[in-house]
């Protein structure tokens, strides 16, 4: 992989208009002086770009003046900056191949940095490898851990992992870092993207049980043997197990687990209680949860199994808590 070799200040671009993408533009066009936003409907970035909000994904917060806003990838990445950019990939995992195809000559020659969270159906493929996938020795990083896009646009302290292999991260770090959003640094993306992406699957678990009355202690003991099955197939990807104790897996497990912010805790809520889910929710943790659960079969991870069996209507609630209650007995080391 080649180095991230930053020179500051490099243009920094979202990319994706969702409320986190728009929640990272609004941050660092405060605090780094500028950034841009991008999306793929022109009409709308038009609309946004006159009304200065995001109503839609991020009501009442304003856009400041010095954010660059547009649905031209070329403007927003800045062609003056080719080769020692930044640019944010914060468009959901499924829809993150379709963006480097269409865009990748554009895309080549900045640090990609990933700020979804999930595994691509179909591949099993995280985030950075498909990225790596499409961009041949592209710069990447992921940026991930316990963080609601309303409390980063408000300015409330929020620390989250960044990851990578790079050697010169530390500038990378340096470049995104600000007042309220403090930035940890690991060499690790594979435990990080994990931790990101299983925790989700985790939460629309624990959802189903407060959705479905089983009670908060249920709810803990799901948390519990979740994080332990986590950490587990962390492991069994070659991640080292330390970083999901970190921001990015345990931290974000509890964040999201406890939370109606969370739309994967809501999605999980409404599922338990027979209700409809959210219209037009992006719910990374239901394509996470296929994923992992149809490429790793035979592999002993109940949680995920049983939320992909749920989801697909393999399973009632009733049947899947018996289920896991009926495992054989065991010793929790």
């Given at each position: 992989?080649?180095?991230?070799?930053?020179?500051?200040?490099?243009?920094?671009?979202?990319?994706?208009?969702g409320?986190?993408g728009?929640?990272?533009?609004?941050?660092?066009?405060?605090?780094a002086?500028?950034?841009?936003?991008?999306?793929?409907?022109?009409?709308?970035?038009?609309?946004?770009?006159?009304?200065?909000?995001n109503?839609?994904?991020?009501?009442?917060?304003?856009?400041?003046?010095?954010?660059?806003?547009?649905?031209?990838?070329?403007?927003?990445?800045?062609?003056?900056?080719?080769?020692?950019?930044?640019?944010?990939?914060?468009?959901?995992?499924?829809?993150?191949?379709?963006?480097?195809?269409?865009?990748?000559?554009?895309?080549?020659?900045?640090?990609?940095?990933?700020?979804?969270?999930?595994?691509?159906?179909?591949?099993?493929?995280?985030?950075?490898e498909?990225?790596e996938?499409?961009?041949?020795?592209?710069?990447?990083?992921?940026?991930?851990?316990?963080?609601?896009?309303?409390?980063?646009?408000?300015?409330?302290?929020?620390?989250?992992?960044?990851?990578?292999?790079?050697?010169?991260?530390?500038?990378?770090?340096?470049?995104?870092?600000?007042?309220?959003?403090?930035?940890?640094?690991?060499?690790?993306?594979?435990?990080?993207?994990?931790?990101?992406?299983?925790?989700?699957?985790?939460?629309?678990?624990?959802?189903?049980?407060?959705?479905?009355?089983?009670?908060?202690?249920?709810?803990?003991?799901?948390?519990?043997?979740?994080?332990?099955?986590?950490?587990?197939?962390?492991?069994?990807?070659?991640?080292?197990?330390?970083?999901?104790?970190?921001?990015?897996?345990?931290?974000?497990?509890?964040?999201?687990?406890?939370?109606?912010?969370?739309?994967n805790?809501?999605?999980?809520?409404?599922?338990?209680?027979?209700?409809?889910?959210?219209?037009?929710?992006?719910?990374?943790?239901?394509?996470?949860a296929?994923?992992?659960?149809?490429?790793?079969?035979?592999?002993?991870?109940?949680?995920?199994?049983m939320?992909?069996?749920?989801?697909?209507?393999?399973?009632?609630?009733?049947?899947?808590?018996?289920?896991?209650?009926?495992?054989?007995?065991?010793?929790?080391?």
């Amino acid at each position: 992989m080649k180095a991230l070799r930053m020179q500051p200040p490099a243009p920094v671009a979202v990319l994706g208009a969702g409320a986190f993408g728009t929640a990272l533009a609004v941050v660092l066009a405060e605090g780094a002086g500028s950034a841009a936003l991008w999306g793929r409907d022109a009409e709308r970035m038009e609309a946004l770009r006159i009304s200065r909000e995001n109503a839609a994904h991020l009501p009442g917060r304003r856009l400041p003046g010095k954010l660059r806003i547009s649905a031209e990838i070329g403007e927003a990445l800045g062609e003056g900056g080719a080769g020692r950019g930044i640019a944010l990939l914060a468009v959901p995992t499924q829809a993150l191949r379709s963006l480097l195809r269409t865009h990748r000559e554009a895309l080549a020659g900045h640090a990609l940095v990933v700020c979804c969270k999930g595994v691509e159906r179909g591949t099993g493929l995280l985030p950075t490898e498909v990225v790596e996938s499409e961009i041949p020795g592209a710069r990447t990083a992921v940026l991930t851990g316990p963080s609601f896009a309303a409390d980063i646009a408000a300015g409330k302290p929020t620390a989250l992992t960044l990851a990578t292999r790079d050697p010169e991260g530390e500038s990378l770090q340096a470049a995104l870092s600000l007042a309220t959003l403090r930035l940890y640094l690991s060499d690790d993306p594979v435990g990080a993207q994990l931790g990101g992406a299983l925790k989700n699957v985790v939460a629309i678990g624990a959802g189903m049980a407060i959705g479905g009355d089983f009670g908060e202690s249920a709810r803990s003991a799901l948390m519990t043997r979740g994080f332990a099955e986590m950490v587990r197939y962390a492991a069994l990807r070659k991640a080292r197990r330390e970083t999901l104790f970190g921001l990015s897996g345990f931290g974000d497990l509890v964040l999201t687990c406890t939370s109606t912010q969370s739309r994967n805790y809501r999605h999980g809520l409404a599922f338990g209680a027979g209700k409809p889910p959210e219209e037009k929710a992006t719910v990374e943790g239901v394509m996470t949860a296929h994923a992992v659960s149809e490429a790793s079969a035979e592999e002993d991870l109940p949680v995920t199994h049983m939320v992909s069996a749920l989801l697909k209507g393999e399973l009632s609630i009733g049947e899947a808590v018996e289920s896991l209650l009926s495992r054989p007995l065991r010793r929790e080391d």
